[in-house]
């Protein structure tokens, strides 16, 4: 659900704003919503990649220190025969 927001411009950020969405065929709303969403999109991809390379590069400590128990309270035997991304 989409929500509205207010924002307080310069007038010639504005105006230089309403140009450039006018080329790409966009209300000034759109340009800034498509704007506000392409940089919380990248922010979040680049969170992700940083945590997948420090989870990668210390994956035998972690392991070492807290084990493989993928399923917590399962009886035993039964995480061998869980699929491994079933958690």
Same mark, same amino acid.
């Given at each position: 659900?989409?929500?509205?927001?207010? +924002?307080?411009?310069?007038?010639? *950020?504005?105006?230089?704003?309403?140009?450039?969405?006018?080329?790409?065929?966009?209300?000034?709303?759109?340009? *800034?919503?498509?704007? +506000?969403?392409?940089? *919380?999109?990248?922010?979040?991809?680049?969170?992700?990649?940083?945590?997948?390379?420090?989870?990668?590069?210390?994956?035998?400590?972690?392991?070492?220190?807290?084990?493989?128990?993928?399923?917590?309270?399962?009886?035993?035997?039964?995480?061998?025969?869980?699929?491994?991304?079933?958690?």
């Amino acid at each position: 659900m989409a929500k509205q927001t207010n +924002i307080r411009l310069d007038e010639d *950020v504005k105006a230089a704003a309403e140009d450039r969405a006018k080329r790409r065929g966009l209300t000034l709303q759109g340009y *800034v919503a498509d704007l +506000i969403e392409q940089d *919380v999109n990248e922010s979040r991809a680049l969170f992700m990649t940083g945590a997948r390379n420090f989870l990668g590069a210390y994956k035998d400590q972690f392991e070492a220190e807290l084990g493989e128990d993928r399923y917590p309270g399962l009886p035993e035997g039964l995480a061998e025969t869980a699929p491994r991304d079933a958690a």
